[in-house]
């Protein structure tokens, strides 16, 4: 029976004014860094036995095609360089690499506000890829990418909640010179989004100059080594065990700039890597393995995350299988190695095969998000916006990603069990003499905002509400958010006489 005294009324009105309003970041149902782990496909005796042949592969095949500095960096440490030019990696080295690695890695945002805090099953999900094209999904077709582009991915990331960090997720196709992509690429990211940013660079020369430009925003270079907002993500390896030679010596600039490094290992399975989930999983390890061997043989207790990504393939015609089954389990069985590590790590998930953001989209993103989330992953990779298997990136599908995401770290979250949430006193008052439902009691309108995840874009009308409203369409609500994101200016920009100093040290591409 609903209670119509002043003082109820007046209750509820508070209630209301309070639900309209942001909650705290301490009370809202999800939330960056919310602990997963519940997804466990691996054994104990899995793993333990998924380490021990990544262990052997590493000391009887080893890697190839280190550059002279890192062939001198990994041999001080203890690696052995053999007659056929490969490097093997004693047992002994690895492990006491690992005992000493890192447990926990901060990466920094530029606000402060940001910060993902890398440790046990602690989950962020975020933008990743090189897509060289942009769905287009008003006239269903792909176009090449361009540096707007990314500038507008970049300001969208930093509107949407449950998009945690931005890694650079496209090329900027309309900059020819690569110099000058990776330049801009540092400019139009960090211009559009003080959330934490993730890059890559083309040849280790020009990462020097991407640092002068990162200290102009720090504020210094004491600043930037103090707070590092941009992170190298490096594909340090060619699958199959195989040293990125250039690759490498990026790595080793980014080290000595204080930029944390995404260890990234990204073979095929059943081209570049094993075929089996298993056998996919162990290269992976053995490479991120050389890799943080490497990386602390170059500067001992540097942050870098341990990059597990295999990918599968679909072995009847060979395309990628980015939204698969097998994808989901390669992805959270890797997430699981991180976590017998020791060490903070991520993966792909969330990639669609479908080239639109359609029902297929749909299952592939949501079928790899929720089992990365539940498996711990710290970092998931590609989470949102990425289509023909890595080969597009669409606005709206990045922002029905942040809904998508929001339903998977609410599954991340999961079940609490204690004297409120048993709801016994909620049944005796509801049963008992009460009006025979739970709507609009006290404990369901103070919980409705504590423990349900509503929907942004995503329709819950009746058939007849639907009609009513004129049957809205998720993708045009998709566009229209999108124009609505774009069309503010970017709280992230930098103050004019900053950019004017950028501007003048380096050729922008952007508009002023």
Known sequence: MTDQSPTRTGGRAARRAARAAPLADHLRPIRPGMTGGQYKPLSDADMAAIHAAALQALEEIGLVDAPESGVAYLTAAGAVLGDDGRIRFPRALVEDTLARANRSVTLHSRDGKHD????????????????????????RNYRECGIQDLHDAARICDRLDNIHFL?????????????????????ACSAGTTKHIGTSFTDPAYVPAALEMLHLIAGGEDKWRERPFMSNSNCFVVPPMKFATESCQVMEACIEGGMPVLLLSA???????????????????????AGLVYVNAVKPGHPAVFGTWPFGLDLRSGAMTGGS??????TAGCAQMHKFYGVPGGAAAGIADSKLPDMQAGWEQMCSNVMAGLSGLNMVYEAAGMHASLLGFCHE??????????????????????????????????????????????QTLSRMELDHVYPALGDRTSPKEWAELGKPDLLEKATARKEEILSDRAAARFAPDLDHAIRAAFNIHLPA
């Not at 993902?116 to 006239?139: C, F, N, Q």
């Not at 073979?267 to 393995?289: D, N, R, W, Y």
């Open 116 to 139: 993902l805090e890398l440790s046990g099953a602690r989950v962020h999900y975020g933008t990743a890829g090189a897509a060289v094209h942009m769905v287009d999904v008003e006239g």
């Open 167 to 187: 890694q650079r997720p496209m090329v900027a196709r309309d900059i020819l010179d690569n110099r000058e992509m990776d330049l801009n690429t540092v400019y």
């Open 267 to 289: 073979g095929m399975a059943g081209a570049t890597a094993p075929s089996t989930v298993a056998g996919a999983i162990v290269q992976a390890c053995a490479e991120c393995l």
């Open 325 to 330: 089954g097998e994808q989901a389990l390669l």
């Open 397 to 442: 599908s990045l922002i029905l990603g942040d809904d998508l995401i929001g339903q998977a770290l609410r599954c991340v979250r999961g079940i609490e069990v204690n004297d409120e949430t048993l709801a016994l006193d909620q049944m005796r008052e509801v049963c008992l003499g009460g009006p025979g439902h739970y709507l609009g009691t006290e």
